[in-house]
């Protein structure tokens, strides 16, 4: 009985590597132009990058993290556009693992993400992995999610994502899981909150 349940785990933990592994080659595909070198022109990142011209600057300078900034309006607090100094959190370094260490900005790193968070989401409504698998693809390949990627709205493809995860803990937490539904909601959380998109966390 004890070799039969660990077979049994064994073949679950191979179909859910399956499935991501599906998952980056997807992500990957999809994306394939960035192979070429190609990149999607996005105007807020661009105009991000812009922004935090003059405090990037003054830090290759001085070697100081300004927390102040002229670039916007007439003058304001520059922790949320710019360089600050801050040691990376816990969910700086589990988003960035999430995303395969990919880097943030990256279209396929954010389809992955997409992918995983809702994989994660029907799993906990009790979804066969596989038709699970079908129901994050119908998901990440919608047309909004997708569209938002071309005027930059990174912060926000990455707060849609991560409302699955919340809710997926929320959901656990419901059912009596209190420990495992409330660490998922705790990392989903945490993640969306990270992701800086208040406008999507006040959606939630």
Same mark, same amino acid.
């Given at each position: 009985?004890?070799?039969? +349940?660990?077979?049994?785990?064994?073949?679950?933990?191979?179909?859910?590597?399956?499935?991501?592994?599906?998952?980056?080659?997807?992500?990957?595909?999809?994306?394939?132009?960035?192979?070429?070198?190609?990149?999607?022109?996005?105007?807020?990142?661009?105009?991000?990058?812009?922004?935090?011209?003059?405090?990037?600057?003054?830090?290759?300078? =001085?070697?100081?993290?300004?927390?102040?900034?002229?670039?916007?309006? @007439?003058?304001?607090?520059? &922790?949320?556009?710019?360089?600050?100094?801050? =040691?990376?959190?816990?969910?700086?370094?589990?988003?960035?693992?999430?995303?395969?260490?990919? =880097?943030?900005?990256?279209?396929?790193?954010?389809?992955?993400?997409?992918?995983?968070? &809702?994989?994660?989401?029907?799993?906990?409504?009790?979804?066969?992995?596989?038709?699970?698998?079908?129901?994050?693809?119908?998901?990440?390949? @919608?047309?909004?999610?997708?569209?938002?990627?071309?005027?930059?709205?990174?912060?926000?493809?990455?707060?849609?994502?991560?409302?699955?995860?919340?809710?997926?803990?929320?959901?656990?937490?419901?059912?009596?899981?209190?420990?495992?539904?409330?660490? +998922? &909601?705790?990392?989903?959380?945490?993640?969306?909150?990270?992701?800086?998109?208040?406008?999507? =966390?006040?959606?939630?």
């Amino acid at each position: 009985m004890k070799k039969a +349940l660990i077979d049994s785990l064994i073949s679950f933990s191979k179909t859910h590597l399956l499935i991501l592994l599906a998952f980056l080659a997807l992500a990957i595909a999809y994306m394939s132009p960035i192979l070429d070198g190609k990149v999607i022109s996005q105007h807020d990142m661009t105009a991000f990058d812009g922004v935090r011209q003059e405090l990037t600057k003054y830090h290759e300078e =001085t070697g100081e993290y300004s927390q102040w900034t002229n670039s916007l309006f @007439s003058g304001m607090p520059a &922790f949320h556009v710019g360089p600050s100094g801050k =040691t990376p959190n816990v969910f700086s370094r589990i988003a960035g693992a999430v995303r395969l260490f990919i =880097t943030y900005r990256n279209p396929v790193a954010i389809l992955f993400v997409y992918l995983l968070c &809702f994989y994660v989401l029907l799993l906990v409504l009790r979804i066969t992995p596989w038709i699970a698998a079908m129901g994050a693809i119908a998901f990440a390949l @919608s047309s909004y999610n997708l569209i938002i990627l071309q005027p930059g709205h990174i912060n926000k493809a990455y707060a849609i994502a991560y409302m699955a995860v919340v809710v997926a803990g929320i959901l656990l937490t419901y059912r009596g899981k209190y420990l495992g539904g409330g660490l +998922l &909601f705790m990392l989903g959380l945490g993640l969306e909150l990270y992701s800086n998109h208040l406008q999507i =966390t006040y959606y939630l």
